[in-house]
C-alpha cells in the first residue's frame, strides 16, 4: 500500500515536476494548482502541511501538474485569471488577460474623471476583461464588445452574466467594422500587436497555447492599428477618447497612424516595467 500524499509532500513534489520542466514560477504554481485540486484556499494549504490528499484530489493534481510541464498557462488549467477588481473565466479561445492592460482601464478613469463614459466600445474584447472592468468603473454606461471568434464572444457573455453585468452588455461576432455608424464615448482596444517574426521569442504557454489572432498583426505588428484606426475617429462622440494598447517601441507608430487618422495622442501610460503601454487619443471636434 502506498503512503497517502500529504500537502507538504504535493507541493514539493509540484515543484521539483515544474522546475525540471522549465517553469520559472515553480513554487507558486504548485500551489495554485494544489489549491484547485483540493478546492481550498492558500490558508489551508499553509497551515496544514501534514493533512492528506484524497485519490481524487491526487489524481486532479497529477493531471494538472502534467498540463503545466507541458507549459499549458495557469489560465488555462484554472480556466480563470484576475483583472482588474474581478476574476474572469478564460479558455483558449481567448486571451488571457494581463496586468498591463490594466493600465487601459487606469488612463479611462483618470481621463472621465470629470464626466463618466456612457456609451462603451470595445474591439476585440475577447475575455470582456477591458470591456467589463469599464462598465464596472462607469455604471452607469452600457458597452458592445466586439470580437471575431465566436468562442470569445461567448467567453465574454459569460462573464457578464457572471458578474452582473449583462444588462448593460451586448458582445457582437464580427471584425473591427461591426461597429461602424455606433458612436462611443470610449473606444478601447488591445488588438493583436506582436510583429509575425517575434513569434519564436515567445514563451511556449503564449506561443503555443493563447490564439494566434489575437497575438499576430503582420511585419511591424502594426497591421491591426494600420486596419482599425483610420475608421474610428468617426466613432467617438465629441469629447470622447480611444484608449489603445499598444506594445513595447510602438508608441511612435501608433502615434502617427492616430494623427494620420485625425487624432491627437492626448495621453501615454506606463505599465509596472516602466514600458509605454497604452495611448489615449481624442479628435478635435469643430
Ligand atoms: N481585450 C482583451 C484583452 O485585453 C483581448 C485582447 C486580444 O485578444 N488581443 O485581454
Keep these: 500500500m502506498t503512503m497517502p500524499l500529504t500537502i507538504e509532500a504535493a507541493l514539493s513534489a509540484g515543484r521539483t515536476a515544474l522546475d ?3 517553469v520559472e514560477t515553480a513554487t507558486l504554481d ?15 494549504i499553509v497551515a496544514e502541511p501534514d493533512q492528506a490528499l484524497d485519490t481524487r484530489q491526487e489524481e486532479r493534481y497529477r493531471s494538472f501538474l502534467e498540463r503545466r510541464r507541458n507549459r499549458e498557462p495557469i489560465s488555462l488549467i484554472l480556466g480563470r485569471r484576475a483583472f482588474w477588481k474581478d476574476e474572469f473565466v478564460v479558455t483558449a ?3 488571457t488577460p494581463r496586468p498591463d492592460s490594466e493600465t487601459l482601464i487606469e488612463l479611462a478613469v483618470e481621463h472621465f474623471r470629470r464626466g463618466a463614459p456612457c456609451r462603451i466600445l470595445d474591439l476585440g474584447t475577447g475575455t470582456g476583461c477591458l470591456l467589463l472592468s469599464a462598465l ?5 454606461a452600457a458597452g458592445l464588445g466586439v470580437d471575431l ?3 470569445a464572444c461567448g467567453v465574454a457573455l459569460r462573464n457578464a452574466r457572471t458578474l452582473g453585468l449583462d444588462s448593460r452588455t451586448r458582445i457582437i461576432c464580427g471584425d473591427w467594422g461591426t461597429a461602424i455608424g455606433g458612436i462611443f464615448d470610449l473606444i478601447l482596444c488591445n488588438p493583436p500587436y506582436i510583429a509575425d517574426r517575434e513569434r519564436e521569442t515567445l514563451s511556449p504557454e503564449v506561443r503555443e497555447f493563447e490564439p494566434r489572432q489575437a497575438l499576430f498583426a503582420g511585419v511591424q505588428g502594426l497591421d491591426a492599428y494600420r486596419e482599425l484606426v483610420p475608421e474610428l475617429a468617426a466613432n467617438l462622440a465629441p469629447g470622447g ?8 517601441g510602438q508608441g511612435p507608430g501608433v502615434s ?3 494623427m494620420e487618422s485625425g487624432f491627437c495622442v492626448a495621453a501615454r501610460a506606463r505599465d509596472l516595467a516602466n514600458r509605454e503601454r497604452c495611448l489615449l487619443a481624442t479628435v478635435a471636434h469643430t
Design 20 to 22: 525540471g520542466a522549465g
Design 30 to 44: 504548485a500551489r495554485l494548482l494544489l489549491e484547485a485540486a483540493m478546492d481550498a484556499g492558500t490558508a489551508r
Design 93 to 95: 479561445d481567448t486571451l
Design 136 to 140: 464596472r468603473e462607469f455604471p452607469d
Design 149 to 151: 471568434s465566436p468562442g
Design 241 to 248: 477618447a480611444l484608449i489603445v494598447e499598444i506594445g513595447h
Design 256 to 258: 502617427r497612424i492616430l
